[in-house]
């Protein structure tokens, strides 16, 4: 199953601030048009407006600030909408007890996060008091299948650099099995042709995903050569074996998590279509409970999980969506990829 997303429009913003009360508004009717243009049906579209609406109305009115990322999401046998909300407010000591109908903060009925979760496919929240909120809800327009045990989760966050319509980042995983293959890729600079390299890269990667990494990577080489080039990573997890093989050029960062330990990966240096030395796999060991960390240089390397306890049993894409938050920003666009083994305990895809 190959996963990635994409924007509704490359006019339209692929981040929404949320600052006032019309910002809310502009949600809903993104939301809407995503739920239409991915042909999700009237029942699902309206499921997808009012979450989009509770999930504005609460960065609002807790947070006072935060942002909305409206997605479209696809995989290889279904096309959806995903609500990605992101802040640094106060945040909640117990987000879950606050899904319970009737449990209110604000004066309200109290209705929104257990509508949220009722209405979504996929839903799921992290809060740590002090330190904010981040939350997710998915809509597909099929059902989706089962998470089993020895397969993956992967989540990812891309922000354009503020001032463009298009991130020059993208990001794209298969898996099938006990084995995945993600892929985080950098354009060169920002803008319309920085975003040309990427899309170059995750077609490349589409078409040949199944081979082994360096083989991909010399792939994505040769078909960049004509773009403005890219910083490219890529790893494969082989759960049965225990291993994963790496492969990078560029500064994109890759590391391991495991026992609470980060483990660097280290890329070659160069520019993917226009200046990499002989393209090599590097090999570590994956052990079960370990995540994977991709990121492109729009984010620092200075982020720690540790504040953050039991982030590891929700969704990798909240772990995503935490370092893209909690990591110093740089004038760039910025992609953060999480993948990591499904458990027994594991919300779904």
């Known amino acids: 199953m190959i996963t990635g997303q994409r924007l509704l429009d490359d006019r339209l913003p692929p981040t929404l601030p949320i600052q006032g009360d019309h910002d809310v508004g502009t949600v809903r009717r993104l939301a809407s048009a995503a739920a239409r243009s991915q042909g999700l049906g009237a029942v699902q579209e309206g499921r997808v ?33 995903e609500l990605l909300a992101i802040d640094s407010g106060p945040g909640m000591t117990d987000a879950r007890a606050r899904m319970v109908d009737g449990y209110s903060t604000g004066g309200s009925l109290g209705g929104g996060l257990g509508a949220i979760s009722r209405a979504a496919d996929l839903f799921d929240i992290y809060s740590a008091a002090g330190r904010g909120t981040v939350l997710v809800a998915r809509f597909w327009d099929a059902p989706a299948p089962p998470v089993t ?27 099938r099995g006990s084995r995945a293959v993600a892929l985080v890729v950098d354009g060169l600079g920002h803008g319309p042709d920085a975003a040309r390299a990427s899309e170059t890269a995750v077609r490349t990667f589409r078409q040949h995903h199944r081979e082994p990494v360096e083989q991909i990577m010399a792939q994505i080489h040769d078909e960049l050569r004509a773009t403005r080039g890219a910083a490219v990573a890529m790893a494969e997890i082989d759960r049965d074996r225990g291993r994963l093989r790496f492969c990078g050029i560029g500064n994109v960062c890759s590391l391991i998590l495991a026992a609470g330990k980060p483990i660097h990966l280290m890329s070659q240096y160069g520019i993917a279509g226009h200046q990499a030395p002989r393209i090599t796999a590097f090999e570590a060991a994956w052990t079960e409970g370990a995540s994977m960390v991709m990121h492109s240089d729009g984010l620092s390397e200075r982020w720690d999980l540790g504040g953050y306890p039991d982030l590891r049993r929700h969704h990798p894409l909240l772990t995503a969506a935490t ?20 458990d027994g305990a594991d919300p779904g895809a």
Not at 69 to 77: P, S
Not at 151 to 171: K, N, P, Q, T, Y
Request: with cysteine; aromatic share 4%; glycine share 12%.
């Open 323 to 342: 370092i893209s938050r909690d990591a110093s920003r740089r004038p760039d666009d910025a992609t953060v990829l999480v993948l990591r083994g499904v």
């Open 49 to 81: 407006c009012l979450a989009a609406t509770e999930i504005a109305t609460n960065a609002m009115k807790y947070a006072r600030s935060g942002r909305v990322l409206v997605r479209l999401v696809e995989d290889d046998t279904r096309h959806g909408v």
């Open 149 to 175: 045990e020895g397969g993956f989760l992967v989540g990812a966050v891309a922000e354009a650099i503020g001032g463009e319509s298009v991130s020059g980042d993208a990001w794209v995983a298969y898996q």
